[in-house]
């Protein structure tokens, strides 16, 4: 079953009780809480508070959104440990990290490995408090499309390593689900959005003759205006067979009311994609 969340990131702006506030009423039922704003990294007595929020708004915590990444962080002074032991207080199943800070084009073997490396250092030392790990799907990191994530999953073969999933910009349906499927396997979360690039009325990623530059060629949209694209993601995640947190991220202009409809929207197409709940 996948059950639909948000990731609090989405409503940087605003309080822990804001966002708890606004989920309820969108109807959602979980929060990844970011380890970039409203659970810093290593705050412990702050993630305690939010998780007794949580739970006492009748919420869960699907995950802990840190920004540690695998083979990186600890030189650059962020401590895996700081960010279990917030995961911990915060109560969260799976912790998200990033694979690495670079594209895997653009990745020496041997920094490959010192990725792998850390990887299964932080999964054991998760695994001992009932956590799992998550990879980002994202540029900028060895997961950064639908091949190399693929490929760094095979490379690290770890029963308490999984993978996040999001729609990448300028790829088609088609493509979209190929990626999808290659990750179903050890698919732990997904981050849902509808976005375009290059132009607001479709996705241009391989017809533009230029970089593209953020913000300016990104586009966000109401999830409503790709509801066919993401029930067809919704279905092919519900063959797994397990549970998923769905969760909202990058609400067209970080508005408050577009969560809500947004909100409203994912659960319909999670019931629609679910017949036993219709």
Not at 155 to 180: C, D
Not at 247 to 273: A, I, P, T, W, Y
């Amino acid at each position: 079953m996948i059950k639909a969340g948000i990731c609090s990131v989405t409503l940087a702006k605003h309080s822990v009780e804001e966002v708890l506030e606004t989920v309820v009423r969108a109807g959602l039922q979980g929060i990844e809480w970011g380890g970039n704003g409203h659970v810093p990294h290593g705050d412990v007595e702050c993630a305690r508070r939010v998780r007794n929020l949580t739970e006492e708004a009748g919420l869960s915590v699907s995950s802990y959104g840190s920004y540690y990444k695998a083979g990186v962080s600890e030189a650059d002074g962020l401590s895996f440990q700081s960010v279990l032991d917030s995961a911990v207080a915060l109560g969260a199943p799976t912790i998200r990290v990033w694979a690495g800070d670079r594209n895997t084009a653009d990745a020496e073997t041997t920094f490959i490995q010192s990725v792998v490396d850390d990887t299964i250092r932080i999964a054991e030392r998760a695994a001992d408090h009932g956590i799992s790990i998550t990879f980002e799907f994202h540029g900028g990191s060895l997961t950064d499309c639908n091949e190399t994530a693929v490929l760094f999953a095979d490379r690290v073969r770890h029963p308490n390593v999984f993978f996040s999933w999001q729609p990448p910009h300028g790829y088609t349906l088609e493509q979209g689900l190929e990626g999808l499927k290659g990750l179903l396997p050890r698919l732990s979360t997904v981050h849902m959005y509808h976005w375009t690039i290059g132009s607001y009325e479709k996705n241009m990623l391989n017809e533009t003759v230029r970089p593209l530059v953020y913000p300016d060629d990104f586009y966000r949209h109401p999830l409503e205006d790709g509801e066919d694209r993401i029930l067809a993601y919704c279905e092919t995640i519900q063959t797994t067979g397990r549970d998923h947190f769905m969760l909202l991220e990058f609400v067209k202009n970080d508005s408050m009311e577009q969560l809500l409809v947004d909100g409203k929207r994912l659960s319909s197409l999670l019931r629609k994609s679910t017949p036993q709940l219709v």
